[in-house]
Protein backbone atom coordinates (compact mmCIF):
# COMPACT_ATOMS: atom_id res chain seq x y z
CA UNK A 1 0.00 0.00 0.00
CA UNK A 2 1.34 3.36 -1.37
CA UNK A 3 1.41 5.90 1.82
CA UNK A 4 1.98 8.76 -0.26
CA UNK A 5 0.50 9.31 -3.63
CA UNK A 6 2.06 11.89 -5.75
CA UNK A 7 1.06 13.60 -8.97
CA UNK A 8 1.72 14.80 -11.65
CA UNK A 9 4.20 11.94 -13.14
CA UNK A 10 5.79 14.78 -15.09
CA UNK A 11 5.31 18.47 -15.96
CA UNK A 12 6.56 20.97 -18.39
CA UNK A 13 6.60 24.75 -17.48
CA UNK A 14 7.33 27.53 -19.23
CA UNK A 15 10.09 29.73 -17.91
CA UNK A 16 8.49 32.58 -15.69
CA UNK A 17 5.01 30.06 -14.92
CA UNK A 18 4.01 28.51 -11.70
CA UNK A 19 4.37 24.86 -11.16
CA UNK A 20 2.28 23.20 -8.91
CA UNK A 21 3.26 19.30 -7.67
CA UNK A 22 0.31 18.01 -5.70
CA UNK A 23 0.63 14.53 -2.93
CA UNK A 24 -1.87 12.88 -0.74
CA UNK A 25 -1.16 10.71 1.92
CA UNK A 26 -3.02 8.48 4.05
CA UNK A 27 -1.77 7.83 7.98
CA UNK A 28 -2.99 10.73 10.03
CA UNK A 29 -0.38 10.32 12.36
CA UNK A 30 1.87 11.45 9.79
CA UNK A 31 3.22 14.68 11.04
CA UNK A 32 6.28 16.00 9.26
CA UNK A 33 5.82 16.33 5.19
CA UNK A 34 9.11 17.55 3.47
CA UNK A 35 9.80 17.96 -0.33
CA UNK A 36 13.19 16.73 -1.75
CA UNK A 37 14.55 18.16 -4.94
CA UNK A 38 16.91 15.50 -6.91
CA UNK A 39 18.91 16.32 -9.74
CA UNK A 40 20.21 13.40 -11.83
CA UNK A 41 23.04 11.78 -10.41
CA UNK A 42 22.46 13.52 -7.08
CA UNK A 43 20.69 12.74 -4.01
CA UNK A 44 17.42 14.21 -2.67
CA UNK A 45 18.09 17.81 -0.91
CA UNK A 46 15.84 18.93 1.04
CA UNK A 47 14.15 22.05 -0.36
CA UNK A 48 11.35 22.81 2.20
CA UNK A 49 9.28 21.19 4.63
CA UNK A 50 5.86 21.52 7.14
CA UNK A 51 3.89 20.29 9.94
CA UNK A 52 0.31 20.01 10.43
CA UNK A 53 -0.01 23.13 12.75
CA UNK A 54 0.19 25.56 9.82
CA UNK A 55 -1.95 25.31 6.39
CA UNK A 56 1.25 26.86 4.36
CA UNK A 57 4.81 27.71 4.54
CA UNK A 58 6.94 30.04 2.16
CA UNK A 59 10.85 30.14 1.33
CA UNK A 60 11.29 32.39 -1.88
CA UNK A 61 9.96 31.28 -4.59
CA UNK A 62 8.69 27.79 -2.85
CA UNK A 63 5.60 27.40 -1.38
CA UNK A 64 4.25 24.58 0.70
CA UNK A 65 -0.10 24.35 0.81
CA UNK A 66 -1.65 21.82 3.46
CA UNK A 67 -4.74 21.04 3.62
CA UNK A 68 -4.72 18.45 6.82
CA UNK A 69 -8.60 17.67 6.66
CA UNK A 70 -8.23 16.58 2.85
CA UNK A 71 -4.60 14.80 3.70
CA UNK A 72 -2.93 16.43 0.65
CA UNK A 73 -0.42 19.14 0.62
CA UNK A 74 1.21 20.22 -2.04
CA UNK A 75 4.59 22.43 -3.85
CA UNK A 76 4.36 25.54 -5.78
CA UNK A 77 7.13 26.99 -7.51
CA UNK A 78 6.71 29.97 -8.63
CA UNK A 79 8.38 32.39 -11.15
CA UNK A 80 9.73 28.57 -12.42
CA UNK A 81 13.74 28.88 -13.81
CA UNK A 82 14.99 26.57 -16.30
CA UNK A 83 17.59 25.39 -13.25
CA UNK A 84 14.76 24.28 -11.36
CA UNK A 85 14.46 21.68 -13.46
CA UNK A 86 14.81 18.44 -11.56
CA UNK A 87 12.82 15.46 -10.46
CA UNK A 88 10.56 16.23 -6.78
CA UNK A 89 9.40 14.34 -4.25
CA UNK A 90 7.62 14.23 -1.47
CA UNK A 91 7.54 12.39 1.97
CA UNK A 92 5.68 11.91 5.06
CA UNK A 93 6.94 11.09 8.16
CA UNK A 94 6.11 10.75 12.09
CA UNK A 95 8.06 12.40 14.82
CA UNK A 96 7.31 9.88 17.71
CA UNK A 97 6.69 6.68 17.95
CA UNK A 98 8.22 3.45 16.48
CA UNK A 99 8.07 4.92 12.97
CA UNK A 100 10.21 8.02 13.89
CA UNK A 101 12.49 9.75 11.32
CA UNK A 102 11.45 6.66 8.86
CA UNK A 103 9.90 8.43 5.67
CA UNK A 104 7.43 7.49 3.06
CA UNK A 105 8.06 9.21 -0.70
CA UNK A 106 6.10 9.83 -3.35
CA UNK A 107 7.27 8.65 -6.54
CA UNK A 108 8.35 11.67 -7.81
CA UNK A 109 7.36 14.31 -10.43
CA UNK A 110 10.01 15.09 -12.92
CA UNK A 111 9.67 19.11 -14.09
CA UNK A 112 11.64 20.40 -17.44
CA UNK A 113 10.91 24.33 -17.56
CA UNK A 114 11.39 25.38 -20.75
CA UNK A 115 13.47 28.69 -21.64
CA UNK B 1 31.67 20.95 6.22
CA UNK B 2 31.55 17.55 4.21
CA UNK B 3 28.28 16.28 3.90
CA UNK B 4 26.56 12.12 3.49
CA UNK B 5 29.90 10.73 1.74
CA UNK B 6 28.98 7.39 -0.20
CA UNK B 7 31.30 4.78 -1.61
CA UNK B 8 31.08 3.23 -4.21
CA UNK B 9 29.78 5.59 -7.13
CA UNK B 10 29.41 3.23 -9.08
CA UNK B 11 29.41 -0.84 -8.98
CA UNK B 12 28.73 -3.55 -11.26
CA UNK B 13 27.72 -6.98 -9.50
CA UNK B 14 26.61 -10.43 -11.08
CA UNK B 15 23.71 -12.29 -9.59
CA UNK B 16 24.44 -14.41 -6.58
CA UNK B 17 27.35 -12.57 -5.97
CA UNK B 18 27.37 -10.28 -2.33
CA UNK B 19 27.68 -6.50 -2.21
CA UNK B 20 29.09 -3.91 0.63
CA UNK B 21 28.15 -0.10 0.25
CA UNK B 22 30.02 2.27 2.35
CA UNK B 23 28.45 5.61 4.32
CA UNK B 24 30.10 8.22 6.26
CA UNK B 25 27.16 10.28 8.09
CA UNK B 26 27.24 14.60 8.00
CA UNK B 27 29.30 15.48 10.79
CA UNK B 28 27.61 16.03 14.39
CA UNK B 29 24.72 13.48 12.99
CA UNK B 30 24.86 9.82 14.54
CA UNK B 31 21.59 8.09 13.01
CA UNK B 32 22.02 6.70 9.70
CA UNK B 33 19.53 5.58 7.14
CA UNK B 34 19.71 3.61 4.08
CA UNK B 35 16.86 3.55 0.88
CA UNK B 36 16.69 1.95 -2.36
CA UNK B 37 15.72 4.00 -5.02
CA UNK B 38 14.45 2.22 -8.47
CA UNK B 39 14.99 3.84 -11.53
CA UNK B 40 11.99 6.40 -11.95
CA UNK B 41 10.78 6.13 -8.22
CA UNK B 42 10.76 6.70 -5.02
CA UNK B 43 13.23 6.11 -2.40
CA UNK B 44 12.01 2.86 -0.37
CA UNK B 45 13.00 3.04 3.64
CA UNK B 46 15.34 -0.05 3.62
CA UNK B 47 16.44 0.35 8.00
CA UNK B 48 17.74 3.10 9.90
CA UNK B 49 20.83 2.41 12.78
CA UNK B 50 21.46 4.44 15.67
CA UNK B 51 23.45 3.14 18.78
CA UNK B 52 24.96 0.72 16.08
CA UNK B 53 21.64 -1.23 16.12
CA UNK B 54 19.69 -1.53 13.45
CA UNK B 55 16.38 0.27 15.16
CA UNK B 56 13.76 -0.28 12.53
CA UNK B 57 13.56 -2.43 9.04
CA UNK B 58 11.58 -1.23 5.93
CA UNK B 59 10.08 -4.27 3.64
CA UNK B 60 13.37 -5.67 2.42
CA UNK B 61 14.68 -9.42 3.11
CA UNK B 62 16.73 -10.52 5.09
CA UNK B 63 19.55 -10.73 2.26
CA UNK B 64 19.40 -6.92 3.46
CA UNK B 65 21.62 -6.43 6.13
CA UNK B 66 23.51 -3.69 7.55
CA UNK B 67 26.14 -2.29 10.12
CA UNK B 68 26.49 0.43 12.28
CA UNK B 69 30.22 1.54 13.75
CA UNK B 70 31.15 3.59 16.90
CA UNK B 71 31.98 6.39 14.57
CA UNK B 72 28.89 6.65 13.11
CA UNK B 73 29.73 5.55 9.49
CA UNK B 74 27.36 2.54 7.94
CA UNK B 75 27.61 -0.19 5.68
CA UNK B 76 24.62 -1.75 3.80
CA UNK B 77 25.53 -5.53 2.74
CA UNK B 78 23.54 -7.13 0.04
CA UNK B 79 23.67 -11.21 -0.50
CA UNK B 80 22.73 -13.58 -3.36
CA UNK B 81 22.02 -10.69 -5.63
CA UNK B 82 19.19 -10.63 -7.60
CA UNK B 83 18.63 -8.32 -11.07
CA UNK B 84 15.97 -6.84 -9.34
CA UNK B 85 18.55 -5.16 -6.56
CA UNK B 86 19.80 -2.60 -9.23
CA UNK B 87 19.43 0.89 -7.85
CA UNK B 88 20.36 3.56 -6.19
CA UNK B 89 21.42 2.74 -2.65
CA UNK B 90 21.05 5.96 -0.71
CA UNK B 91 22.16 6.59 2.83
CA UNK B 92 20.51 9.46 4.63
CA UNK B 93 21.80 10.68 8.17
CA UNK B 94 20.24 12.71 10.96
CA UNK B 95 20.86 13.98 14.14
CA UNK B 96 18.83 11.82 16.81
CA UNK B 97 17.97 14.68 19.15
CA UNK B 98 15.47 16.60 17.53
CA UNK B 99 13.89 15.97 14.05
CA UNK B 100 14.02 17.23 10.63
CA UNK B 101 14.82 16.01 7.43
CA UNK B 102 17.41 13.96 6.01
CA UNK B 103 20.67 14.67 4.57
CA UNK B 104 21.43 12.38 1.73
CA UNK B 105 24.58 11.11 -0.13
CA UNK B 106 25.11 10.95 -3.77
CA UNK B 107 24.34 7.34 -3.92
CA UNK B 108 25.85 4.52 -5.50
CA UNK B 109 24.31 2.92 -8.25
CA UNK B 110 24.27 -0.85 -8.38
CA UNK B 111 23.82 -2.76 -11.52
CA UNK B 112 23.22 -6.15 -11.20
CA UNK B 113 23.74 -8.55 -14.38
Known amino acids: QQQVKQSPQSLIVQKGGISIINCAYE??????FPWYQQFPGKGPALLIA?????SEKKEGRFTISFNKSAKQFSLHIMDSQPGDSATYFC??????????????FGSGTKLNVKP | DAGVTQSPTHLIKTRGQQVTLRCSPK?????VSWYQQALGQGPQFIFQ???????QRGNFPDRFSGHQFPNYSSELNVNALLLGDSALYLC????????????FGSGTRLTVV
Open chain 2, 92 to 103: ASTPDEGFGGYT
Open chain 1, 27 to 32: NTAFDY
Open chain 1, 50 to 54: IRPDV
Open chain 1, 91 to 104: AASMSAGHNFNKFY
Open chain 2, 27 to 31: SGHDT
Open chain 2, 49 to 55: YYEEEER
